[in-house]
């Protein structure tokens, strides 16, 4: 079973188009993180939410804890927003951590 | 500031062995967690440390341990490895602010092979 779930799996875009990735989660959570992994692996924490919706630059991350889903949209696409976006939650006892399998994201110019 | 780091960056052991992964969090972070991310799979959590005490671990067998140094450093042990524990090992690090805010910072991971 997979306590987090991400939609799509795969996304391809034009540059400039507007884009929404999709995380729902089974389990009861303190916190939600979007991380974003480039080629080679490196990661990048987005956004950490626990409720509402926060704003860096061109990217918005929303959270409903009531339907347990999380959006991350990007705005104005780029080809260097090209990456695997993950979304993980931390269970709400603090201790444990669950992914979802990533979003692969590829912006043309 | 200097971010997270790990090493070696890559380690190729054959099977049976043991490796030993090193992670030096960011300065004044006391937390450190330990992921896996196989080929083809999504990233696993392995173990959390905090203040030198080992705080959770995930869904891996016993024969993937490891400790925290007082200077919040951390080891990952891998013992006799099999083919299987061929993946990216990345770790993170986190003031630990009680229970809810905690934004993690990662390493650029150490890539296992298994041969």
């Known amino acids: 079973k997979n306590e987090v779930e991400q939609s799509p799996q795969n996304l391809t875009a034009q540059e400039g188009e507007f884009i929404t990735i999709n995380c729902s989660y089974s389990?009861?959570?303190?916190?939600l993180h979007w991380l974003q992994q480039h080629p080679g692996g490196g990661i990048v924490s987005l956004f950490m939410?626990?409720?509402g919706k926060k704003k860096h630059g061109r990217l918005i991350a929303t959270i409903n804890i009531q339907e347990k889903h999380s959006s991350l949209h990007i705005t104005a696409s780029h080809p260097r927003d090209s990456a695997v976006y993950i979304c993980?939650?931390?269970?709400?006892?603090?201790?444990?951590?669950?992914f979802g399998t990533g979003t692969s994201l590829t912006v043309i110019p | 500031e200097a971010g997270v780091t790990q090493s070696p960056t890559h380690l190729i052991k054959t099977r049976g062995q043991q490796a030993t992964l090193r992670c030096s969090p960011i300065?004044?972070?006391?937390?450190v967690y330990w992921y896996q991310q196989a080929l083809g799979l999504g990233l696993q959590f392995l173990l959390w440390?905090?203040?030198?005490?080992?705080?959770n671990r995930g869904n891996f067998p016993p024969r993937f341990s490891g400790r925290q140094f007082p200077n919040y450093s951390s080891e990952l042990n891998v013992n006799a490895l099999e083919l299987e524990d061929s993946a990216l090992y990345l770790c993170?690090?986190?003031?630990?602010?009680?229970?809810?805010?905690?934004?993690?910072?990662f390493g650029p991971g150490t890539r296992l092979t298994v041969l």
């Open positions: 993170a690090s986190s003031l630990y602010t009680g229970f809810y805010t905690d934004t993690q910072y």
């Open positions: 389990v009861g959570i303190s916190a």
């Open positions: 939410l626990s409720s």
């Open positions: 993980a939650v931390r269970e709400v006892t603090g201790n444990q951590f669950y």
């Open positions: 300065s004044g972070h006391t937390s």
């Open positions: 440390y905090d203040e030198g005490e080992e705080r």
